[in-house]
């Protein structure tokens, strides 16, 4: 059964910052773009951050650019986005996603929702003013 489990989410205050990582079982875990999505209340879930599945591509939202970094540890089946000048307004749900990619080219990076068919359970993130 595949599982993806997020961890490191909490309260910080703005202008902090916080790692949230996934464990994934995703086997190969090379086959999979990996991207990192969030649902404030009464939104809808977006992508914040994908990285492609041998870390060439990136894509970031306008929101978060500058501020967050998507990257991946193939060794230890890790996605990692480090979270830096938190905001108010990046208080959410925080949802690891995994898209099988391995037929696409090497340019190719799952940048929409309906590309991820495998999700972690989502961490809570606040950030206080």
């Known amino acids: 059964q595949v599982q993806l489990v997020e961890s490191g989410g909490g309260l910080v205050q703005a202008g902090g910052s916080l790692r949230l990582s996934c464990a994934a079982s995703?086997?190969?875990?090379?086959?999979?773009?990996m991207g990192w999505f969030r649902q404030a209340p009464g939104r809808e879930r977006e992508l914040v951050a994908a990285?492609?599945?041998?870390?060439?591509?990136?894509y970031y939202a306008g929101a978060v650019k500058g501020r967050f970094t998507i990257y991946r540890t193939n060794a230890k089946n890790t996605p990692y986005l480090q979270r830096n000048s938190l905001e108010p307004e990046d208080t959410a749900v925080y949802y690891c996603?995994?898209?099988?990619?391995?037929?696409?080219?090497?340019?190719?990076?799952?940048?929409?929702?309906?590309?991820?068919?495998?999700w972690g359970q989502g961490t809570q993130v606040t950030v206080s003013s």
């Open positions: 996603g995994g898209a099988y990619s391995a037929i696409y080219s090497g340019n190719y990076l799952a940048s929409t929702h309906n590309k991820y068919g495998y």
């Open positions: 995703l086997r190969p875990f090379s086959d999979y773009d």
């Open positions: 990285i492609s599945r041998i870390g060439g591509r990136e």
